[in-house]
């Protein structure tokens, strides 16, 4: 027979499982509004690159002089120096945007306001195929989810 000390410990124990239970669960299900909300602007930034739309593209970017993106050998400090960086070179003289694609993509959420991801990324254009890997990091600000470094490769 249980006496009422280890009635009383069981019901404490009960308790403190299911509040941890449901905390759990509400943190996967905020994890995965998050997760959807990165996606959809992962999403948006190919369709905009994809009609041509360099600056919805760069919606996706924090706007800040923070922002920083490594690719090749080239370190480039700065959304502005971004989006001269891309407008050099996919759509100055000769050149074209092409055709964006992301596949393979995993998105973490690290917690409320910051996550990365990982994935492939593919541009067709008429004259080549490019593609490699990236991984974005991401922090949550009051426009939205942006963002803040990008580490992209051949």
């Not at 990324?121 to 490019?130: A, D, F, I, S, Y």
């Amino acid at each position: 027979m249980l006496r009422r000390d280890s009635l009383s410990l069981m019901f404490v124990l009960f308790l403190s499982g299911t509040l941890n239970l449901d905390h759990a669960c509400a943190g996967a299900e905020k994890s995965a509004t998050n997760q959807k909300a990165i996606q959809k602007g992962l999403d948006d930034q190919v369709a905009a690159w994809n009609r041509g739309d360099l600056d919805g593209f760069m919606a996706g970017y924090w706007k800040s002089e923070n922002l920083s993106f490594f690719s090749g050998k080239e370190h480039t400090k700065g959304w502005k120096a971004t989006l001269e960086r891309y407008h050099k070179r996919y759509q100055s003289e000769g050149k074209e945007m092409g055709k964006l694609s992301f596949r393979e993509l995993r998105i973490e959420v690290l917690g409320s306001d910051s996550a990365y991801v990982r994935g492939r990324w593919q541009l067709k254009t008429k004259k080549e195929r490019l593609g490699g890997l990236f991984t974005l990091i991401l922090k949550k600000l009051p426009d939205g989810w942006r963002i803040v470094h990008d580490h992209t490769s051949s």
